[in-house]
């Protein structure tokens, strides 16, 4: 231990937490009682299936931009773009996965079919080959992207799902209970994050790949042996023959052949989410104009929102791209593995989750808590903000010098902080304002719009990579400065029009209920 440096405690310490945690999961499966802090035991069972799978999604993304750069050798540019292409087919799959959960599947049968798919995509990626674009093996590397980008497709929307079936439309603990459900996927992000990436910088990237396949395999342990605690929750719409159901399996597994083609030509993705993307807004429009008038606003305050991912994951989820690599190579790290340093955004969410979740209860009695509408503007207010006081500490400390590292702790507090007002408040207010009937499906649109916003991300990525793929410090500041006066110009707008959109949203007329999806059965 003596020999041990700043990386070897950060692993150690992160070994104890995973232990307490486990702890107390091991507590709650024990106790007799049907609820557990206030909330039922289902929501803690979700929590900790959820975390692992975080575990290794979040572990496998800590290092995927430096597995691209240094093992296959792309350059920064076309490693940036491949990542937002990956990240945005991602959150793109839920639309499918949401549909068929809906339809045919309930969302539990969903979950766990996608946390099988995502144990085969992470045990692929521990195979490494040789490196370079010309070993065969790479085609081992896009199968398993395409195994994890289907699992998460068919896994992510229905989870959040599954955490509002647990409550009443009216039940006051909701907004809370998303809170708690995201505390979980941090939890899993910043511990699957520090340990892959230890291992995956100090001994081998099959050794930290291999590890977030383990924590994958984990949680899907938990869903399993936590069915009964759901009551009921996820479960299919309708009776399913079994032949419909292994044809609907077989649909996931072609939608892996598609996406291990997909995720290697960037380009046609873009194309796609044009396509889909209009296709998407001409569905969800026209249930709109089917609806009330109450729902059918209800309707266009979601939409209103959901158009916002775009420009906020754009700029959010640089995280794991250029400023991975801006880290890597511009920061004082003080020997610390950059992709530890990933591991910044989970943890303030763990320690900030409950102070916000606090307030919003506290303002909420009060008469005075921001509206879903104007969260988001002080959401985009705060990105902007994260870039700006990254450019200007660079500037100040000196281009040609080594960034301070407090600098990069600085961009993520504001990050974490724009993320706390924009996304648990997302995730809840899908869930509250859609027709039950279309619930997954909006789920799946808000992670379709985020899709947007990864792929948005690969092009800035991109840009900061300039006209020859590599990147240099002052063009990726460049590019951070423009987005960062954008993201606040277009915050502005939001805050002055969020009075209109809350009304749209019509709260006080909110009923467990609805009406419309009566009509539909």
């Known amino acids: ?102 339809r045919y599947l309930g969302q539990r049968k969903a979950v766990l079919f996608g946390g099988l798919l995502l144990a085969v995509g992470h045990s692929l990626m521990a195979v490494e080959g040789v490196g ?58 910043a511990i699957g994050t520090i340990l892959v990436g230890y291992l995956g910088e100090t001994i081998g990237w099959g050794w930290g790949f291999g590890l977030a396949g383990i924590g994958m395999l984990a949680g899907l342990i938990v869903f399993v042996l936590g069915k009964k605690a759901l009551n009921g929750a996820g479960e299919a719409p309708v009776p399913l023959s079994k032949s419909r159901e292994w044809t609907l399996y077989g649909v996931g597994l072609g939608a892996v052949a598609v996406c291990w083609a997909l995720v290697q030509y960037q380009d046609v993705i873009q194309g796609l989410l044009v396509v889909s993307g209009v296709a998407l807004l001409g569905y ?32 959010f989820e640089q995280a794991g791209g250029s400023m991975n690599l801006f880290t890597d190579r511009f920061v004082d790290r003080g020997g610390v593995p950059a992709a530890i340093f990933q591991s910044i955004n989970p943890i303030i969410i763990m320690l900030c989750a409950p102070i916000f979740a606090g307030l919003w209860v506290w303002l909420g009695k009060r008469g005075k808590e921001p509206s879903a509408p104007a969260k988001f503007g002080l959401a985009l207010l705060q990105m902007g903000l994260a870039n700006l006081v990254l450019v200007w500490g660079a500037e100040a400390f000196g281009v040609a010098v080594m960034t301070p590292v407090i600098l990069v702790f600085a961009y993520y507090l504001l990050a974490t902080t724009a993320e706390l007002c924009l996304s648990p408040v997302g995730l809840s207010a899908m869930n509250r304002l859609a027709p039950k009937f279309l619930a997954s499906l909006i789920m799946g649109a808000w992670f379709y719009m985020t899709a947007v916003g990864n792929f948005v991300a690969g092009k800035i990525g991109e840009a900061t990579g ?51 999806a009566e009509k539909v059965a």
């Open 1 to 102: 231990m003596g020999l041990w440096v700043e990386g070897d405690w950060i692993a150690a310490i992160t070994i104890v937490v995973l232990g307490i945690f486990l702890a107390i999961g091991a507590k709650i499966v024990v106790q007799k009682e049907p609820e557990f802090g206030g909330h039922p035991k289902g929501l803690y069972m979700l929590f900790f299936a959820e975390m692992w799978e975080r575990f290794s999604y979040y572990g496998m993304r800590a290092l995927l931009i430096f597995y691209l750069t240094k093992h296959w050798l792309f350059s920064d540019g076309k490693a940036n773009l491949i990542y937002g292409a990956y990240t945005s087919l991602v959150y793109i799959t839920p639309v499918l996965g949401g549909y068929l959960a809906d």
């Open 132 to 189: 370079g674009q010309s070993d065969p093996t790479i085609n081992v590397f896009w199968a398993a992207l395409a195994f994890i980008i289907v699992g998460s497709g068919f896994l992510k929307a229905n989870i959040s799902v599954m955490v509002g079936q647990l409550y009443k439309l009216t039940d006051i603990r909701r907004d809370g209970a998303y809170t708690v459900f995201y505390m979980g996927i941090n939890v899993g992000a």
């Open 284 to 315: 969800v429009l026209y249930e709109s104009f089917k609806l009330d008038k109450e729902p059918r606003e209800r309707m266009f305050a979601i939409l209103f929102l959901i158009s916002l991912n775009p420009l906020f994951w754009g700029l």
């Open 466 to 516: 300039g006209h020859d793929g590599q990147m240099t410090k002052q063009g990726l500041l460049d590019v951070y400065e423009l987005f960062g006066w954008i993201s606040i110009g277009v915050a502005v707008v939001v805050l002055l029009l969020s009075p209109m959109v809350k009304r749209w949203m019509h709260l006080d007329t909110l009923k467990d209920e609805e009406p419309q």
